[in-house]
């Protein structure tokens, strides 16, 4: 059970990554159609070794422990500096999200009851800073750290219920399903279990030095055996990334530092000392206002660009935003309803008030990134289509449904866009007979509210950012009858359908093509006949350089790679 | 030779409303050891000469007109520095409200040795010892402690012993008193009064003393001085005052005086308020509240001009009634006062 | 004296038990579960469970009330940070040298600003000079310090270059990572906030100091002062300024003491992660216990300004003294 989504909710305020918001001036952007968003790395750039960069957060990071750090900006670093069992290459989509074997000497070998996973590790072919070899039971420390009760890791309700004695584990002696055997790191799973490949390939999995103590405020002291490693970490002051001198790995590492010198930034001021060179990257300070005129005079397609200049990088998020449609009341129960609504909708149109390309006009359940997103089919309009619309409501009236339909919205408060697209949303449904009343919150009470079940809320204004490149993550998560809880649920549709439920459940223990064949049919007819959602839009992330960097590269899994950078 | 001769002093304020004529030519002397008293309604101007004798008016805005020569110096043309030596030192003054004259924040003793040391180049022990002689002499029981209390730690009356102790100390040839008992609660203003007139003995110091009270005038004056709306109507020997008075004016004053009038008879107040310094009436300027105003009264202004008979040769009066009518009268009126209180 | 000194720290006591608990209250009502929050994105019902438990989330109010004021008596500790998990107090004494930089600095700036000009106002009232400081005490007043704070950075930092455009460098030296440190990098650093910081204050002081100057110069015992023959220079320095001083001394007490809880603004604009950005960031992020550790700093810092700002006032007004 995964609640990415809240994350990215408190994201929204603790970051400055205003999801459903990319607030500010998007209004009038006539040119907001996201179609050109660079969809991977930027330039192919050979860049030369060496070199300190210096960078600065405006929203800083949560934690440097592997097992806490759960934010954008700490995976980020975390992805620089740690050695997986399994990686995500330095690779613009598609190849960025294909996992392939990293610590691991290959893709695990699975029983054919699918029980039993067995990663192979060769000791010593990845080593810490320290010099301290990486072993199969470097993987089972890390695991069983975040396992412990104690460390209050998020990494156990990924994985707990799922590895066998590791739910409830009260922290003492080993754990049967956790074995190491030699060189072999053995997981025994209490059912099969599709991504568990992709969650050995958290960061939650970090190698992490042995004896590394429990630390439920996490520790502030690494060793990483990634290409890079955290030299030194002051909380809420400062972060030093620097360079592992043991790495022998084939991940590129050209940059000597990097260095975090402030982790509360004014964003506009963040701005200036970047276009000034005074700072070289802040990751979280472009805003939605200063995007378009950041875009012109350094973005894709500027002149600076074509000099081969390129500081602003516009990429693509593992993310959905989604109107969920409440299955469970009567205003919206009617399948053909919320078909006309998927009609009715304005999707660029909304799109466009998120600001300068920050978002891809979608009608897709799995953001592009995901594997089955290609299978899945384009059923509806990206702008309205009303007389379709209508033609469904007419439908629906002949079956019984009695218009005018009220439908409670719950929106964002104190979101620009959010209200923008609010006040299109009740316009284009009015002529569909449904009378929109919208009700706004704080975004942390919002989603806290969408949640419980029973609701009187009847569309809900949401988006969903995902861990990891998985179908899971959005289908299994916020559309399966499992997902619905009385209170902190994700499944914000309620949408429980017996067919479907049984369908998710037995995609989820595929991989591979099918895997995606799978996942991508289930997300056509899920939302060409039920339409439980009506999604919108992909986002897209900011990131603004000094003149200086180069080699962005945009992994569709972690965002920009540290550890591609370099020094122009 | 008198120690301050005052000769057609005037004194007017620019404010926003136009210029308030506060003095409008006023003239009078004083001489050594002596005391004049200037009396009349508050905003008659009766302060405002004596700060404007002073120099304490503030420079922007008034414009000062007229001579004030004090032993051979005009005051209100001399260098402002110079004016300043005199201040505190040959002419000293005390002020109406002794609760808030002196400085809250500092001992007694450091705004006495101030006013020392300001003028003269003694150290701190001479100045102490003069200080303390000073409150001594205006009875101030246990002089050397009550040299380190603030003002807040005195009564309204010892304050004021103070203030005249701090005026006093430099031993000036002139003490002009600006309203120095009206603050005061009657026995105090009897000790105060009686205090001065002590002091004036044994200091030998000429006084000016500005008051409303006539009762207070009785008690202290050599010489009187009535004003009313900025100008002098009538001034002389405490006795022609008092026993000859010709202004209808000073009737008023002297008829709205508790003392001289008989119990169970009406204190007859002067009817109706002082003018308007701003634009001050035609002619004779109290014509308004006068009884015996007649035609001249309105355009001209009577002179101040000496009235002669059995008066002394400075009684002068500024009025346009016969000299006989106003002899008659007042003699009428005082009899009147007179029999009511053999009554 | 004792008694007066005993009577403040009583009520300072009670001021106290107010605002903490007016605070506990006020986020005990908010509709958001921090444990969700401290259980991270993916907590399950359980974990969530587990850790409303821990968080003594789960025990009526009083209780977690009485957990809090034993932990902050007892043991000193103001909690930790549902966000990252720091503890309170380090965040705090983090913070704090930060924020009385700025203030204090600032206070120093605007003073020497204030107080020249204030005085030269109320010494020529309606003069040219006069009219110009008044213009700029209206402007100081009018512009919002965010605007300030960015158009300072804008062009003296951005534009002339002449200082940094933003950032906080520890006054002892650099700690890794960050590029500037010590004393003279950290005064330059200093010096927008500052400015930008004591205009809106120095505009408040200059109009005060001039209306309290003016006022002293009509009181009776200047009047002595200048009948006694002191120099117009003695007068307003020995007679005039000590007495105008006082309530500009009241004010400042309770303005530095306010400042101290939070300059907000500042802090934000230029990137000094002190207690008033710490205050901003914690509400957004539903940090209660951050939350309770600024205001509750903030509102000791304002207890004890206030008795120190009442001594100061006592040696400056002998009036105070024996009331």
Known sequence: MRRPGM??????????????????????????????VSTGASVNEVGKPGGTIKAAWHGGIDFIDPALAYYQESWQIEYATCVN???????????????????????????????????????????????????????????MRDLNPKQVSPFVSFVASSIEGADGWNGKGTIPGVQVNGDQFILHLTKPNGTIEAEMATPFMCAIPHNLPISPKGVTS?????????????????????KNPNYTGPRPHLIDELDFGQFAIDQNQGIL???????????????????????????????????????????????????AMNTANPALSNPLVRQAVNYAIDRTGATKQLGYKAGIPTDKY?????????????????????????????QAKAAGVKTPINVLVYSTQGVQSATNRMALLTQELKPLGINVTVKYYQRAVQFQEEGVKGTPMDIADEGWLADFPDPYDFLNILLSGHSILPKNGDNFSYFDNKSYNDQMDAAATKVGSERAQTYGDIATSMKTDQAPWAAWSNQTNYDFFSSKIGCQLWEPSYGMDIAALCVR | MPLLDVKDLKTYFRTDDGIVHAVDGVSFSVEKGKTLAIVGESGCGKSVTCMTIMGLNAKRNTITEGQAIFKDRDLLKIDPDELRKIRGNEISMIFQDPMTSLNPVYTIGAQLREAVQLHENVSKQVANSRSVEMLKAVAIPRAETRMDDYPHQFSGGMRQRVMIAMALVNNPDLLIADEPTTALDVTTQAQILKLMNQLQRDFGSAI?????????????????????????????????????PEHPYTWGLLGSLPRLVAEGADLKPIPGTPPSLLQPPSGCRFHLRCTYAFSPCVPDVPELLPVG????????????????????ESHDLLHEVMAEQQV | MVRYVIRRLLWAVVLFIAVTLLTFIMFYVIPVNPAAMVAGKAATPAMIKQVTHDLYLDRPLYVQYGHFMKELVWNHSLGYSYGNRQSVNSIIEKAAPV???????????????????????????????????????????????VWVGYMLSLIVGYKLNLLPIQGYCNLRGASAGQSCGGPYDWFMHMLLPWITFAILYSAFYVRMIRSSVMETLNEDYVRTARAKGAPERTVIRRHALRNAMLPVVTMLGMDIALALGGAVFVEIVFGLPGLGYWAIQSVFTFDLPIVIGTVIFASIMVIIFNLLIDLLYAVIDPRIRLA
């Not at chain 1, 305020?13 to 040119?31: D, I, K, R």
């Not at chain 1, 953001?367 to 290609?374: M, R």
């Not at chain 3, 605007?110 to 020249?116: D, E, Q, R, S, T």
């Not at chain 3, 040219?128 to 209206?138: E, F, S, T």
């Open chain 1, 85 to 143: 069992l399994l990686g995500y290459p330095d690779k613009p989509a598609p190849a960025g999200y294909q996992l392939q074997p990293e610590a691991a000497s290959a893709m695990p070998t699975i029983s054919s009851d699918g029980l039993t996973v067995t990663f192979t590790v060769p000791p010593g072919k990845y080593k810490f800073n320290t010099g301290e070899p990486v072993t199969a039971q470097t993987f089972a420390d890390s695991l």
């Open chain 1, 273 to 323: 000392e970047t276009k000034n060179g005074q700072l070289d990257w802040c990751p979280d300070c472009v805003t939605a206002a200063q995007s378009l005129p950041l875009s012109q005079q350094y973005g894709d397609g500027s002149p600076a660009a074509a000099a081969g200049k390129q500081q602003m990088f516009i990429s693509p998020e593992i993310e959905v935003n989604y109107y």
């Open chain 1, 366 to 394: 799995l953001p592009p990134q995901v594997p089955g997103a290609s299978i899945e089919k384009a059923v509806y309009p990206l702008t309205p289509d009303l007389s379709k619309a209508q033609a469904l409501m007419s």
């Open chain 2, 208 to 244: 000016i003393l500005v008051t409303h009270d006539l009762g207070v005038v009785a008690e202290t004056a050599d010489d009187v001085m009535v004003m009313y709306a900025a100008k002098a109507v009538e001034k002389g020997g405490y006795e022609d005052i008092f026993y000859r």
């Open chain 2, 309 to 328: 008979g059995e008066s002394a040769s400075d009684h002068a009066v500024a009025c346009h009634l016969e000299p006989e009518f106003r002899r008659r």
């Open chain 3, 99 to 145: 924020t009385a930089a700025v203030v204090f600095g600032g206070a120093i700036l605007w003073l020497l600003v204030a107080i020249p000009v204030g005085i030269y106002s109320a010494l020529r009232p309606r003069s040219k000079g006069d009219r110009v400081a008044m213009v700029g005490v209206l402007a100081g007043i009018s512009a919002h310090p």
């Open chain 1, 7 to 36: 994350w990215i909710a408190l994201g929204a305020v603790t970051l400055g990554v205003v999801l459903l918001g990319a607030s500010g001036c998007g209004s009038s952007s006539s040119n907001g159609n996201a179609s050109n």
């Open chain 1, 222 to 242: 690494i060793a990483g055996a990634g290409p890079y490693y955290i030299a030194s970490y002051t909380p809420n002051q400062s972060l030093v990334v620097k």
